[in-house]
């Protein structure tokens, strides 16, 4: 009778215990307790689950960590129905939420993986299969979730844990594998049996427990996410401060050394046009320097002043958008604002301090900043253009201020909605806090946006004015404007055009260890460019001597090229009568081969040996001077580079990998902007600097100027795909850059050929049968150069679209 009536409250304090126990016991939150309550995952027999995580290093700037996951449940389960309705419905995702054990209250939003394909569900009345893939790029040491994997990215360390979720406590996990994608493992908890060279390592039907494997990354990829994390000293010399920062640097000086080259080089006082032209280069060489340490290092700065004076992070967001306006600022003063348009600072300034505050407003703000950078970068543009007589319009100025921020805005806005919709993929919309979770990160989205897009902006005008500048300045200041014996650029301006081609065109480079490998473009460049002049003064047809040992350009007049193409015609026509005598009388045959012979030697006994008149014509280019030569040759390129344009966009934007980053990138307008402005800049560019020094190039064809151009270009992407392979990093598709490249070149050489002898058109019934007598090739000899372009060209295309084409996250689950 005692221990009946004991029994009672024993049992009664053993079952409020077991209430309180059970969600402390296991770990989980009060809303994941009251959500398992109805999930009835762990009541259910049978289910399977596997899971590999699999890193991924070489070959990729910043190492890439896939996970997948399969979950099978007998179809008995009260909400696996709800696994087959639609991503967005409630009871799909409290389906989700049960299985995966993520997405409750406390736990809304899923910040860190991307997940390139949907999860998917197959069911066949039986059981239900759950395909569950998610990925994540480590830019950053810190702490990562990705699938039911966790990684704390070291320093030193990277250690990789599985934590399986609470509803699969009772399931039997068939497979548990962690590859670690090269680096062995260093520790492994609990120990495994089954592996392979210590890289990949499994567990096969446990019990669920935390599965946890440290190991060493590789350098590359280690010291990639160490340079642009915050808290590291090395992030001071990093991908996203000094390093870049120093890009800039290093291109003012280059641009102060060229001016001052360009002004020696006159040899005399300058002219008023002229020393505004050389003023306006050495503004923009300071600017560009000073602006680009702000853009790259002002975060450094505001973190010293936080330590310093604020101690609050609050003034960031403030910061990045002030830094924003300023940089429009400077580029409306370099770009000398017209009075008509002062309003325009004036309205900017009052629309981002009324509205950066508001909440649905905070767009608006941002393309009010973006616009009045684009007023100061349009402006500075302008600027340069009338230095060569061009001009951009008011007009012009104001719409694409308008429009081409309404874009970018634009573009940042669908971002978002993509980038909500995957950070809220399991959570239900009908809680009260998914409205304010929405509101908080659509604010904080924002308040992000100028950091974000700043570099990209920067970026975007710095290219266009780093060709545009130097170009006006050698307009106004080059030799032949008050020299026409002139026929080729002075030594100054040779050493100016090698520059600026090396910063233009071969200044692209990869990513080593963090830090930038823009110097190695640099110097490989400079030193080939010098190497093909070098090359150009010994080799070149114009450079050989002639009368009084004066160099062969000097002898031929460039005002007299109508009788030099009909000298050039009459030299022909004598060839061909040469080759065709022979038949009838043998004595009179002798006879008019003799005056034959002696009309070609009385037009070549002024040339130098091996070089005939027409070789003479084909040196002199299209037009009367070498400046005209070199903007012809930039029109031509400007048309016929748009297919390598598009080929190339397709390759850095869309193919592969790449989509992930652009439609996950606020700027990615702006980006894309970036990218098309800078292969078309290196087809007319690289034009620029092969008409301006076609009489100084090797080669006696258009064509193998250009074949000699292509090899200064290819020697540093060449040397960056070499660094890359060696060190692990991410590489260029070297076949597609340099077929484009060379195609592109190719046939601006042969139009700048066909348009020097534009005036034998009217003798031809095509532009085949001209190019034929050009070149005095066979039909096929020519179908053969064609044919070897295009099967370059052919190349580059199928190597980029073997890639694919957009691999990017989708917007819903």
């Avoid at 962690?178 to 520790?187: H, I, L």
């Avoid at 806005?413 to 304010?436: E, H, K, M, N, Q």
Wanted: charged content about 15%.
């Amino acid at each position: 009778m005692i221990r009946r009536a004991l029994s009672k409250p024993l049992l009664l304090l053993f079952l409020v215990l077991a209430v309180f126990a059970v969600p402390a016991g296991t770990g989980m939150s009060s809303a994941e307790a009251d959500q398992a309550d109805t999930c009835g995952v762990e009541q259910v027999r049978g289910v399977k689950v596997t899971a590999l995580v699999d890193f991924d290093h070489r070959g990729l700037d910043y190492s890439k960590v896939t996970s997948v996951m399969d979950i099978e449940i007998p179809a008995s389960w009260k909400h696996a129905a709800d696994l087959l309705l639609d991503t967005r419905a409630s009871e799909y995702r409290q389906a989700l939420r049960c299985l995966l054990g993520k997405g409750w209250k406390d736990k809304l939003l899923d910040f860190d993986e991307l997940r390139p394909k949907p999860l998917t569900v197959d069911s066949d009345g039986k059981k239900v299969a759950v395909h569950y893939e998610a990925v994540i790029s480590v830019r950053w040491l810190g702490n990562f979730q990705v699938g039911p994997w966790s990684l704390a990215a070291g320093s030193d360390v990277w250690t990789v844990r599985l934590n399986p979720p609470q509803s699969l406590g009772r399931a039997t996990w068939e497979n548990v594998e962690v590859q670690t994608g090269g680096p062995r493992a260093w520790s492994v908890s609990p120990e495994s049996a089954i592996g392979k060279d210590g890289t990949v390592l499994k567990w096969q039907n446990k019990k669920p427990t935390e599965f946890t494997v440290s190991f060493r990354p590789p350098a590359a990829q280690q010291w990639d996410a160490k340079t642009v994390s915050p808290d590291q000293p090395w992030e001071v010399v990093g991908l996203d401060s000094g390093s870049s920062a120093a890009v800039y640097v290093l291109q003012g000086v280059l641009l102060l050394i060229a001016g001052r080259k360009l002004r020696q080089g006159l040899a005399r006082r300058p002219t008023g046009g002229e020393r505004k032209a050389l003023g306006a280069l050495r503004s923009w060489a300071l600017l560009s320097a000073g602006l680009g340490v702000l853009v790259y290092m002002g975060d450094n700065l505001l973190v010293l002043l936080q330590q310093t004076f604020f101690r609050s992070h609050q003034y960031g967001p403030l910061f990045h958008l002030f830094t924003l306006l300023f940089l429009g600022a400077a580029l409306c003063v370099f770009g000398k604002l017209p009075r008509p348009l002062l309003v325009i600072p004036c309205c900017v300034v009052v629309v981002v301090a009324g509205l950066w505050a508001g909440f649905w407003l905070a767009p608006l703000a941002c393309m009010a900043a973006v616009s009045f950078f684009c007023v100061g970068a349009f402006l500075s543009v302008g600027r340069a253009l009338r230095m060569i007589g061009r001009s951009l319009p008011s007009r012009l100025v104001v719409c694409l201020s308008v429009l081409l921020p309404g874009l970018t805005v634009l573009w940042a806005y669908l971002v978002y909605r993509s980038f909500w919709d995957r950070i809220s993929w399991l959570a239900d919309t009908r809680w009260p806090i998914y409205g304010s979770s929405l509101r908080g990160s659509f604010d904080t989205w924002w308040w992000g946006f100028p950091r974000l897009v700043s570099p990209a902006l920067w970026g975007t005008a710095s290219l266009a004015l780093l060709a545009l500048v130097p170009l006006g300045a050698l307009h106004v200041c080059h030799a032949e404007r008050k020299d026409g014996s002139s026929f080729t650029p002075t030594a100054s301006e040779r050493f100016f055009l090698m520059l600026v081609f090396t910063l233009v065109v071969s200044s692209e480079g990869g990513i080593y260890f963090g830090v930038d490998g823009y110097f190695v473009s640099v110097l490989l460049g400079l030193l080939s460019a010098w190497t093909l002049l070098s090359l150009g003064r010994r080799k070149a047809v114009l450079a050989r001597p002639a009368i009084g040992d004066r160099p062969l350009g000097q002898v031929i007049s460039m005002a007299d090229r109508s009788g030099l193409l009909r000298m050039v015609r009459r030299y022909r026509d004598l060839q061909n009568c040469l080759h065709h005598l022979g038949s009838g009388n043998p004595v009179e045959s002798t006879a008019a081969r003799e005056a034959v012979e002696r009309d070609i030697d009385q037009m070549d006994r002024f040339l130098p040996e091996g070089v005939r008149l027409v070789d003479v014509a084909f040196a002199c280019g299209p037009m009367a001077t070498w400046w005209a030569n070199a903007r012809r040759c930039a029109i031509i390129a400007c048309f016929v580079g748009l297919p390598g344009t598009g080929l190339m966009y397709w390759h850095d934007v869309v193919a592969g990998q790449a989509w992930e980053s652009t439609i996950t990138y606020p700027g990615g307008f702006v980006d894309i902007m970036r990218i098309i402005l800078t292969w078309h800049l290196t087809w007319v560019g690289a034009a620029f600097f092969m008409g301006a020094l076609w009489r100084s190039l090797p080669g006696r064809y258009g064509p193998t100027k250009a074949f000699y151009v292509a090899i200064v270009f290819s020697i540093p992407v060449c040397a960056h795909r070499l660094l890359g392979e060696l060190s692990g990093h991410e590489v260029q598709d070297t076949i597609a850059v340099i077929a484009a490249f060379t195609s592109v070149m190719t046939f601006t050489g042969l139009v700048m050929d066909v348009q020097t002898f534009t005036s034998e058109r009217r003798y031809w019934p095509s532009r085949a049968g001209l190019i034929m007598y050009i070149y005095q090739m066979r039909f096929a000899s020519v179908a053969f150069m064609v044919v070897l372009q295009l099967a370059g060209l052919a190349t580059s295309i199928w190597a980029t679209f073997r890639e694919g084409g957009p691999s990017g996250p989708r917007s819903t689950p």
